[in-house]
């Protein structure tokens, strides 16, 4: 298989070529995706600017035919496309069915969303005088995405993109680009104009740079890592261009005296291990009242040492493989500091399957405290660790001593802490008995702190992002 650029509505011919690995099995390579150059990405700028006033003029029946389409395709298929996500990122295929799904699901709700699009009039101060707000496209938005939801992240950028009436170039993650190429065949078949979607691949410091420093692109999402969102910040800022970035978190979970175990213990499982805790909401900092700490960490170690950690592809798997090689020794090395901090590891050791790719088992590193390494810096894989606080007020005064805030979670009975948690914990989602993962498409998402900057995504609120404001006053 070829992943080839989709530029102005043709598949172009590749050059060079990058492969892309099962996580699970090195020895099964998917295809070959393009390695472009930047002059690929200047093309595919100016189709977009091309085909940027048509889209912005189409009307709302014309966008809902085209993102409906694209929906009903891909939940048609999510067995199929589930399939090719756990081959290619690793996660387990439930994931990525469910994955697939939630990307059909962001569509259609974005269909809706071109039917709801409204402005408001108001009264003026001056007498006779009417005012209207309205909203119009970007223009040209520019998308760069990361591996960890190969599907669902590039859908909750296109998606509204297209419904809000913008021309969009995707630079999709090098490490997946299977999906994004498949979701680039499903919208390439939606019926719309050509040039209005365009899709490049290749690396991040060629093509990722030259659509972030291009004068044409009107806007730019981004998803990534701190690094590589910070010197987006800083191009961006530069040209005064419409930037969102959402990056990492070192997310919390506090867990309360008056928990309910198993729940606090499943929302834990599910937040810091499952999709191998390669989410920027994963669960990563367990922060634990004294009288509870002891049942905590030995029921939460039982049932992590039960966690099946395998080939993706195999329906009884739990937890697939990390990412790639890279990630793998990033984890690893992590375990190594938090073990010279003082910390103490359960779990944590390279496995081997009978394929070969690279398994990792889940990881508990107790016994920390809040400063350590393992507890500022994101990691991105199997890996939590258990901070032993007195009570609530110390609990919430850890949970927010982090450069992030992307989202926070609680588990306790009492409706007075989960209130004051609610409203003061520093993050942008909160959760109340639930993994601080795995959100909802129709609300809005993202953080505070070093997390986000811009507008929230998804939801109606992602209109803040593709749209800009017009203020109109009339003399009647
Ligand atoms: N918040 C989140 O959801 C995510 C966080 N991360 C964090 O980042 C770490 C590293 O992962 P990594 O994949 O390297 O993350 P990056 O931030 O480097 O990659 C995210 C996207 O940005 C692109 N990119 C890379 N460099 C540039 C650049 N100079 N200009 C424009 N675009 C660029 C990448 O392209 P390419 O793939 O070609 O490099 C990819 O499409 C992880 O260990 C994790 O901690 C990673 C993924 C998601
Ligand atoms: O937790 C989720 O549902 C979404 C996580 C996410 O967007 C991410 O890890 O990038």
Redesign the pocket.
Known sequence: MEYKNLIAGSWTETTAASANINPSDTSDVLGYAADSPAEDMDRAISAAREAAAGWAASTPQQRFDVLDAIGTEILARKAELGHLLSREEGKTLAEGIGESARAGQIFKFFAGETLRQAGEMFASVRPGVGVEVTRSPMGVVGL??????PIA?PAWKIAPALAYGNAVVL?????TPGCAYALGEIISRSGLPEGVFNMVF????VI??R??ESCDVDALS????????S??AAACGAQRKKLQL????KNPMVVLDDADLDIAVEASINGAFYSTG???TASSRLIVTADIHDRFVAALSDRMAGLRVGNALDETTQIGPVVDER?LK?DLSYLDIAGSEGGRILGGQALQRSTKGFYLAPALVTETTNGMRINQE???GPVASVIRVADYEEALMVANDSPFGLSAGICTKSLKYATDFKANVEAGMTMVNLPTAGVDYHVPFGGTKGSSLGAREQGSHAKEFYTKVKTAYTLA
Do not use: D, H, Y
Request: charged share 15%; proline share 5%.
């Open positions: 760069i995405t990361p591996w960890n939801f992240i630079k999709p993650a090098e490490l290749g690396q991040g410091s990722g740079k659509l972030v981004f998803t990534g890592s701190v690094q590589t969102g010197a987006i959402e990056m990492g978190g390669q989410r920027c990630q990033k994101e990691v991105f």
